[in-house]
C-alpha cells in the first residue's frame, strides 16, 4: 500500500502544481497570461466534467492498473506540451490532456485500491490512500522552487519525469499488493 500511496502522492503533485505554478509562469511568459490562465482554468473545468462519465466506463472495461498508466503517460505527454508551448491553442491543447489524466488517474486509484482489498478492511486502505493528497503540497512547492530557478520549461520536464516515475511506481505497487 506504500507505494500505492507514493506513487498517487507523486501524480496529484504533477496534475495539481499547476494551480500555483501556471500563473507566474504565464505572466512572465505571455503578454496576456492572466487571460491566457483563466481560459486555462475554463478548458480545465469544462474537461473534467465532460470526461468523468467517459472515463469512468473506460476504466470499468480496462481496469484500474490501465487507467493509472494511461493517465501518467498523458500526464507526462500535458507537461511535455506546456514546457515547448507559448500559443494559447497548444497551451489549451495541453490543459486537455492534463484534465482528462486528471479524471483518468482519479478514478483508476479508487478502482485499484477497491480491487486490490476488500471486505471489512477497505475503509482503513482508503483512508491511507488520503495521505496522497499530500502531493498537491509537495506538487506546489517542487513546482514553485523549479519555476524561480530554472523557469517553466524546466519545471514542466521535471513533472514529466515525475509522471513516468509515477507509472513505474504504480506498476510496482499492483505487483506487491496482488
Partial sequence: MFSLICGSALALSVYSHWSATMGPYLMSTTADGPQTYA???SVN???VLLANPIVRRMIARIGGLSGLL???IMLCASQIGFAISTALPALM????LLSIAEVLVVLAE???VDTLVSGPRSG???GAHAISH???FFGAIIGGLTLAAFGGPAMFLLFALIALASALIYSIAFRTLR
Fill in 39 to 41: 481560459i486555462l482554468i
Fill in 45 to 47: 473545468g469544462i474537461v
Fill in 70 to 72: 494511461a493517465g501518467c
Fill in 93 to 96: 491543447a495541453s490543459m486537455v
Fill in 110 to 112: 479508487l478502482v485499484l
Fill in 124 to 126: 482503513s486502505y482508503f
Fill in 134 to 136: 499530500a502531493g498537491n
